[in-house]
């Protein structure tokens, strides 16, 4: 394929993306499929000689789409939602296009300095703390990382350097290994699983800390489990903060915990993955407060911030704790501004070596939504998730299981788990909308998510409408089997 | 935005991207921006209000591409080569059109069963040996990565859980804390730093292992290595043999390495990161004899299998393995089909959580390639290669200092590091092409890498008859330096 024919071919996908993003309310939004399906409809290996365009083209809708879960439908409620949008879908192409592989500043000056730019626009957008921001010598700095998971990983790294190198100059004594064997990390019980994941990878005990009613980490609870392992000689020295979490969206008291973790010489890293998006609007602003406590702060505007996967804001108050993590300087990475001091060289900042431009996407986006588009787009999102909010409240036969802060909400009908895992095989089996579920505490819980870029009130009141009416379906079934049972 | 404008804009931008790359021999292959070039150029902070896609357009001539390195340029001949196709690009569009996050098999069918067929197709295009593939109910299979780096540290970390619950199961007394501390990985002298990295985060010790004169690793270095670490009670657990290595495209002595690993209960991990691609050309393939021993193999299709950044292809023969080393399974994320054993949830493979439709790209480029095609870009590549390795061999000044054996050719100017140092910088500066460097033990010494997917015989001799004229003039200069120094 040429140029040309990629002009061709290309406009052709354009129009086939407007179409699908456009048309997307149509589509079934949970596939039909069974595990499986997609091996018996293609050949068993490669072809030798080239295929057109065309035949590819004509595959798509016959063998892809039957088996894709439409995350941007309006009707799919389930998760969190993975940011979509025109502006963005444009960078990336140019991303694609231009294809440099940014890993040092010399690999491409552009795609590090926009990347350095833009995460200084984002995190003045959500009024981060001026030692976050890289600005013209600043220590601290942002970095665009794949995911949160990776986020979490790399600032619980660059902690445990840190403490390692620490203890081993008051106690010269101690191994590496005596000291990597002491270490503990700390997370709510409520924090998302790439916590327990990044402090596997990384060989040291990772403790949950009790959230209490509301699910939310207080001083207090970080305080007990501290003073319990300091006195039996374990090492603290990283605690993830979450910020809505996964389960029912509940934030940790910042402004308690901060000040311990700064006192205790623990690293606080704040995982907002979600949640972080709405800092953006200034009534939103205050459940950020005690930020200023952090070392590292992480959100995902490839959730909620219309910039499509993969775009994880991460951002340190001082950069050397990141790259004196890893720093590794073969010669075939060196370059001549190599110690300028004014150069970044983003791969000391994350676990792959090569990256890509996706700075763009930030850089379309927050200039063709602006501030106030993008306020709108969470603001929306939030308004609905009230509007389900009072939907389920006035219907007696449920309850809410966790406040509605966001655009999450959790409910459940009043009644058994067993009875609420049916009413979520009903929804899901009807295929209209798609939820998923989560624990809290003992209760299986449903998680209504508000999405979709283009979601509406009306989805939301077809979403109920039908929900409610398998609740009654299931309801009169369940009865009835009570009763059978009753008679038996 | 909505999908009428990005209908319009979406087309002028495939233009741009058509532009560019047609094009793209008319730019200056190094940019000439000073570090910081960017910041003043735009804003200190993203606007309130929407820009128009025109004025965002209009910045990108204007303010990205003055610092942009042109990898695609067929004057670009440093690092390795980021693949690159228009097939791809088209493949990449349709990702981020659909947009879903593939972590499991119900968060999109498609996205996982795809990714498992073409790891199938790509395997057997370069003859895996049949346990390392998914097939109907294989216990092995492929996974796309994001880089070489994450599928070194996912095999490592795989590695280290098996070997600890191994360890501890013979000697229940011990503490992971005490096996963590005894255990070794190993990798050549000429490995890539990413497996000294992978290391680093893992927490173990890491050992270089000597390589010969042809900078391979050979299995009595390895042999050795070994004895004296377990006589010291140490544990090895794990070796990253390399496939064509970063500075000189050498080759560690699979047949010698495998059987001592397989003996020595050592897990081995193949990168081959760059020479992989080669492995479809039958005449090449001899080089990956010996994967059979080997427990992971990778090799990078966006490198040299015109695949774009990012799609790093991983195998394995035990999934279980890999899956065992993390499994973590909150119910947010159970679904349905969860125990049915025909499901791979792909993140248990990898590192982040979340993770686009990458296969696509392999489908796209695959089926509009064919197998001869990619064929033919291979071995275009190796062709012009050798065309300039004949070029510095028929130039009695230089010398060659490492096999060609792939589309990596690794020269010097017959004398000091010091005068190498100054041929490079003086081609670096005139920006006509761009190199870098690399140490071969004391030497400093440059890498000439075929990358353009446009690079023809004419590019290489332009570039060789550049470097042939600048040393000449590097060499008139220095000797006049010298007899001035003579004559002082």
């Known amino acids: 394929m040429d140029a040309a024919e990629f002009r061709k071919s290309g406009k052709q996908m354009v129009d086939y993306i407007a179409d699908y993003l456009e048309k997307i309310d149509k589509r079934q939004v949970f596939p039909d499929v069974e595990p499986g399906y997609l091996r018996p409809l293609i ?68 795609c590090t300095e926009l990347e350095t730019v833009m995460m200084d626009w984002l995190g003045k957008m959500i009024n981060l703390p001026e030692e976050f921001l890289a600005g013209k010598d600043g220590q601290g700095g942002g ?5 949160a998971s990776e986020a979490t990983l790399i600032s619980l790294l660059a902690a445990r350097t840190k403490t390692i190198r620490l203890v ?26 790439s916590v327990e994941r990044a402090a596997l990878i990384a060989g040291v005990k990772i403790k949950n800390v009790s959230s209490d ?34 389960p029912s969206c509940s934030f940790d008291k910042l402004l308690e915990l901060g000040p311990i973790c700064n ?47 993969d775009c994880s ?51 379309f986006v927050l200039r063709m939504y602006g501030v106030r588009g993008l306020q709108e787009h969470i603001r929306k999102h939030i308004r609905l998730s009230h509007q389900f909010e009072d939907l389920v409240l ?6 809410i299981c966790a406040e509605v802060v966001l655009g999450l909400v959790c409910f459940r009908l009043k009644g058994s788990n067993e009875l609420n895992k049916e009413l979520l095989k009903s929804i899901n089996e009807a295929k209209k909308i798609h939820l998923v579920p989560c624990h809290l505490r003992e209760k299986f819980v449903l998680r209504f998510a508000i999405c979709s870029r283009v979601v509406e009130s009306t989805h939301v009141e077809f979403a109920w409408q039908h929900i409610s009416q398998l609740a009654t379906d299931l309801l009169k079934a369940w009865e009835q089997n009570h009763h059978q049972q009753h008679q038996q």
């Open 143 to 147: 970095v665009i990382q794949g995911s």
């Open 213 to 246: 009613d509301k699910f939310s980490v207080r001083g207090s609870a970080l305080k007990k489990v501290l003073d319990e392992d300091k006195a039996s000689g374990l090492i603290p020295f990283f605690f993830c903060a979450t910020l809505g979490t996964t």
């Open 168 to 193: 081993q100059s008051e106690k010269p004594e101690l191994t590496e290994a005596d000291i990597m064997g002491r270490l503990v990390a700390y997370a709510s019980d409520q924090a998302h699983s």
């Open 313 to 363: 804001a991460m951002w340190v108050k001082k950069r050397s704790d990141l790259i004196g993590a890893f720093k590794l300087e073969p010669l075939y990475l060196q370059h001549h501004h190599h110690e300028s001091g004014l150069v970044t060289d983003y791969r000391h900042w994350q676990i792959p070596l090569g990256r890509r431009f996706r700075s763009l996407k930030l850089w």
């Open 263 to 309: 006192k205790e010489n623990i690293w606080m890293h704040i995982d907002a993955a979600y949640a972080g998006s709405a800092f953006i609007c200034p009534e939103f602003r205050h459940l950020l407060n005690g930020v200023e406590f952090a070392d590292s702060f992480n959100f995902n505007p490839h959730k909620w911030l219309l910039v499509n996967f």
């Open 394 to 399: 006035q219907d007696e036969r449920f309850e």
């Open 43 to 110: 050949p068993d290996c490669a072809p030798q000689d080239p295929e057109s365009f065309d035949d590819v083209f004509k595959d798509i809708e016959k063998i892809i789409m039957p088996g894709v879960t439409h995350w941007h439908s309006p009707y799919f409620f389930a998760y969190f939602p993975a940011a979509s949008s025109f502006p963005a879908l444009l960078a990336d192409m140019l991303c694609g296009g231009i294809g440099c592989v940014g890993f040092s500043w010399a690999a491409s000056p552009a």
